[in-house]
């Protein structure tokens, strides 16, 4: 079965800084979708950042960047020059090629970007 | 991205009623999901909505207690019947589309309270 960890169930960090949200994740098969969703207390969950396993290059989104390590199953999200409104809770979310775009989440982070 | 629009936002409800939430997408897409995030959790996947066939549900979901209907490319329903508080939940909608470009958007979800 696929699972999704996120180890971190908080965290902060100061407004104009750089944080990184951990996440792990457990599958057998080599091809996947690694995701990364915001969920502000609007409860609209929001794509942050896409990452496809067979791509070596890390993704980046302005300033959100992924550290994709395959060997290690490990997905991080860093945000760099954080802002207020990146207050929300992360969730880093998994597909299977084979899984037909079902997504498997891990249980959340909540970032907190104190001013 | 797709424009996902979902109704009703929110809503208090009687145990033992049902509710239906819909689910309108501004363009045809493949796939359509429901999820439920309970209070101060992460997001299940509760069924695959298929157009012109009936839903897959996931272990743990049943058809009698959530009925999907997908009539079109566009839009969804998902019915929460004989409710209990223990569905007290957020209820998602998810669109993607496939052809090696998986990206799966939400809406803005149901808050649906049980009393």
């Known amino acids: 079965a696929q699972t999704v960890t996120q180890s971190q169930p908080e965290m902060s960090v100061q407004e104009a800084e750089t944080v990184t949200l951990s996440c792990t994740y457990d599958?057998?098969?080599?091809?996947?979708?690694l995701f990364w969703y915001k969920q502000p207390p609007s409860r609209q969950m929001i794509l942050v950042i896409r990452?496809?396993?067979?791509?070596?290059q890390n993704a980046t989104e302005n300033r959100f960047s992924v550290n994709f390590q395959k060997a290690a199953k490990s997905f991080s999200l860093k945000i760099s020059d954080s802002q207020l409104g990146d207050t929300a809770m992360y969730f880093c979310a998994f597909i299977q090629e084979t899984s037909g775009s079902r997504l498997t989440f891990g249980e959340g982070t909540q970032l907190t970007v104190n001013p | 991205s797709a424009v996902i629009s979902q109704k009703p936002s929110r809503d208090i409800c009687q145990r033992g009623t049902s509710l239906t939430i819909q689910c309108q997408v501004d363009?045809?897409?493949?796939?359509m999901f429901w999820y439920r995030q309970q209070p101060g959790q992460s997001l299940t996947l509760i069924a695959t909505?298929?157009?012109?066939?009936?839903?897959?549900?996931e272990s743990g979901f049943v058809i009698d207690k959530f009925p999907i209907s997908r009539p079109n490319l566009t839009f969804s329903t998902l019915t929460v019947s004989n409710m209990s508080p223990e569905d007290s939940s957020i209820y998602l909608c998810?669109?993607?589309?496939?052809?090696?470009?998986?990206?799966?958007?939400f809406g803005s979800g149901t808050q649906l309270s049980v009393l």
């Open positions: 990452q496809e396993a067979y791509k070596q």
């Open positions: 909505a298929n157009q012109g066939s009936e839903a897959t549900y």
């Open positions: 998810s669109v993607g589309d496939r052809g090696g470009n998986e990206k799966l958007f």
């Open positions: 599958t057998s098969e080599s091809n996947y979708y």
């Open positions: 363009s045809q897409v493949t796939m």
